[in-house]
């Protein structure tokens, strides 16, 4: 029963390239989450989303920016993809009083 | 914003023996503590959660404390098992939805 589902599990792309990572889900949850994890730093918030067209800054959104024209989806994209980006990239969703996230599977990204 | 520390960052327990991860929070502010646990190539998934109110709460083998005053609150697995093997995350957040995560503990249960 897989709740929120991100399009690709491994990703390699080339230094430079533009790069969407996509996550879908269907709970009809308001808010959305990108974070990557990396060893020794946890998970650290890039973008979130609390609504259709709305998108807020997490902690390292350089380099990134995000897209949510449907509520059942939010898009990551790497506008100049860098070799530091290099990481596993999770998606997570939750509605307001529901407290936990349901994450995704995880993209592991990886530019050479 | 939030800033979450976790220690220690890798803890190896006998079977059968106790675990407990400690995390500190900054933002007194922060009102709902969740812990997630990442089995080697799955997902983050919540195993236990607490709020404000509440100073302890037990699920089985898991339990969770939290000491406002201090701003600290700690994950005590007792009776470890071989699947309780897995990364374990804290977090904390002040509006129920923005996470702030520590670095993550890794716990091996040596059979």
Redesign the interface.
């Given at each position: 029963d897989v709740k929120v589902t991100q399009s690709s599990r491994y990703l390699v792309k080339r230094t430079g390239e533009k790069v969407f990572l996509e996550c879908v889900q269907d709970m009809d949850h308001e808010?959305m989450?990108w974070?990557r994890q990396d060893p020794?730093?946890?998970?650290?918030?890039i973008y979130?989303s609390?609504d259709v067209k709305m998108k807020e800054k997490?902690?390292i959104p350089e380099g990134y920016s995000v897209s949510r024209e449907k509520k059942e989806r939010f898009s990551l994209i790497l506008e100049s993809a860098s070799t530091n980006q290099t990481s596993m990239y999770?998606c997570a969703s939750?509605t307001?009083?529901?407290?936990?996230?349901t994450?995704?599977?995880?993209t592991r990204l990886t530019v050479v | 914003?939030e800033n979450v520390e976790?220690h220690p960052?890798t803890l190896s327990v006998q079977e059968g023996d106790s675990a407990v991860i400690k995390c500190t929070y900054s933002d007194s502010a922060s009102n709902?503590f969740?812990w997630y646990k990442q089995e080697l190539g799955?997902?983050?998934?919540?195993i236990i959660?607490i709020r404000s109110n509440v100073g302890e709460k037990k699920d089985q083998r898991i339990a969770v404390t939290l000491n406002k005053t201090a701003k600290h609150f700690s994950l005590h697995i007792t009776e470890t098992q071989p699947e309780d093997s897995a990364v374990y995350?804290c977090a904390a957040s002040r509006n129920?939805?923005?996470?702030?995560?520590?670095?993550?503990t890794t716990v091996t249960v040596r059979a």
């Open positions: 808010n989450f974070y020794g730093l946890g998970l650290r918030l979130f609390y997490g902690d999770l939750t307001p009083g529901r407290g936990g996230y994450f995704g599977s995880g | 914003g976790q960052s709902y969740p799955k997902r983050p998934q919540l959660d995350f129920d939805y923005k996470l702030s995560f520590g670095a993550g």
